[in-house]
Each structure stands twice: as structure tokens, then as C-alpha cells.
DNA sequence: TTAAACTGATACTATATTGATATCAATTAA
DNA sequence: TTAATTGATATCAATATAGTATCAGTTTAA
């Protein structure tokens, strides 16, 4: 069960690299250099964030991508809904004129109640928390010493 | 982001009958039938619970399946495990040789929290757990009256 | 002892989702 | 004017999910 996409995975580190340079704009080409993504993909995401207001770009030479919103108010649950569609556990098990009282079914309350957790969980995990983490301990990439492997 | 699959879905519902026909052993034919599961897929379901030693079967006329474990000891995160893989939030954010630093990495933090924190949720919604509410309400699907829309 | 109701095992197909690539027009800075 | 960019799409490949079909073996009961 792999809860991240890829398009959400890029679209987290894409907006890491955004907030760490703001101000400026940063093109595709190099997000996509330096974080190891395919360049066409990056820059679906990258359209679709700032269809969403996340972010805005610059056409043209030293032309890219700066970010719009305020970190703190970007959340992987929002990134996770844009890409990936609302979290939602279970479509509603009993279809098909089977279950009629939602609001007497168990297995509804159940649901519902973790997808509340989990959402909130990733609401809680914005761009700015993790970048003033990379801050704190300077080291979202540490260098791979000799004969080490990544994970 | 839908979480639970048909499989893992299927699988609840089938535990549920059997957990509440335990002692007696429940065909495929009449779980399909009952919950409107498509037969052959759900067989296909019930023999992985087999192998996982949730369930137990026997051939021949008479014959279905039975619950075999505790359902107190089946927990949806197992279910999700078995349908769908383990859970995991992300596969390592920075892999080909960038991320060198496991320890030191915050995504990697943050990610893992969130992993336990989903697991654990899906942990707790045990099949027991389930039979229980259902008891107590009496309605795991309650007839629709009439002009009455499913969810 | 045979037919019908079952599961075991497996192969196959269809559809949807995810991940990635390719192309061309429009814009901008130097 | 040209090279570096984004905007907008179209297309493709790989994988995962959902569902179907078939046949062999087992068991009960007529
Ligand atoms: S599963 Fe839909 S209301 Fe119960
Ligand atoms: S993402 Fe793998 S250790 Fe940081």
C-alpha cells in the first residue's frame, strides 16, 4: 500500500526546493537536475500547483517557478488531494441498494473515523514545518560516503 | 487516494458473515450472493485468507468456509497487508545514491511517524471489533425503504 | 454409484492508474 | 535574433486492480 504517488513525492521536494529559494525563480531544468526527476513529469506537476495557487511561474529566459503560498500553509494533505484525490478509505462498502441508513452503519462510522486521523495526520506535515527542519539540521541530502548505500 | 481495495474490502465483509456463522461453514456462493461480490473473484480472496490461516475451508457439498483465527486477532492493517502490501508512506524520497543518511534525514522522520500512525489506526478496527457494533445495532444492512438512495 | 455442490489451482482478459516522454507554440532576457 | 524558458497537449509504457473462465479433485446425498 503506497500512500505517496510519485507526483506527490516530486511535487514535496519540488516546493522544499521552491521555499528554500524564495524570492527567486527556479526553472524546471534545475529542480529536476538536482533532485533526480524526469523533467517533463516535474514540470505536469509543477503546472497543476500553480493551477492551484501554490505557486506561480515566469515565461522565457531565467524564467521558473517561485512559490505563491505560505509554506506553513501548505500541507501534504493538500498535495495528496490535488494529486491523488481526497482521502477517502473505502468507497461506501454496501452499495448497490444494500445499505441505506448510512447513518446506522458501523463499518461507515469506522471508516469515516480513521479517515479523519489519517487525514489530519498529513494536514499536519506542511512544506514550512519540514523546511525548518532542513534549516535546523542543514541536511535534507547528506553526501553518500564511500560504500555506503542508500536506503 | 482511495485506501482500501476491492480485495481488502471483499475480505472484510466475508469475515464479518463467517465471524457471525462461526462453527459452520459458509460457501462462496451464498457470501457472493449476500454482499454482491463477484463469485470467482471472492474465491480468489477467501484462498489467500486461507493461506494466511485467517479462515479454513472444506470441499465438496456442504462445504465453504469457516473462521479459523480469533477475530479479535484480525485487524484491517493485516487485511491491508495481505491485499495490498505493507503499509508505507513513501518509498525513500531520495534514492539513487543522494540520500545517504537515514538517520539524519527529516522526511524520512516525518514520513515514518505517519506510517505508525496510519498502521496503528488500521490496527485497532479489528473484525472482532466490528462483530460487536453489529451486534449491538443489529444493522449491518438495513433495508432500503423505498425512495431511498444507497450511499 | 453417480450427480450435484462444493473448493483448489491457475490461466486469462479487461480496465484503470501511474509514470514517463515528446512536441510545438508562446514568452522573455541578453 | 536566438537560446532558455513555460504553456498546453498528445501519446505511450508499465503496473496495479478488477473480474472471468476452466478444469480437476472432494464430499454429500439421492
Ligand atoms: S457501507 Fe455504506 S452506509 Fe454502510
Ligand atoms: S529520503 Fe531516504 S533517507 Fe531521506
Redesign the pocket.
Known sequence: ??V???????AIRALLMLGAKRGS???????AAEQD????????V??EM??HGLI??????????MMEKDADDIGVRQLIEI???RVQVSECMFRKQICANRSRCVLRHEIMRIEQVVSNEFEQVTIGKLLRKLNATGNLMPALKDGEEPS
Request: zero cysteines; charged letters at 20%.
Open positions: 500500500m503506497k505517496l504517488t510519485k507526483k506527490t513525492d516530486y525563480y527556479v526553472s524546471a531544468k534545475s529542480i526527476m524526469p523533467y517533463q513529469f516535474l514540470r505536469g509543477l503546472q500553480i493551477r506561480v511561474s515566469k515565461e522565457g529566459v531565467q524564467g521558473g517557478f494529486f491523488q484525490g
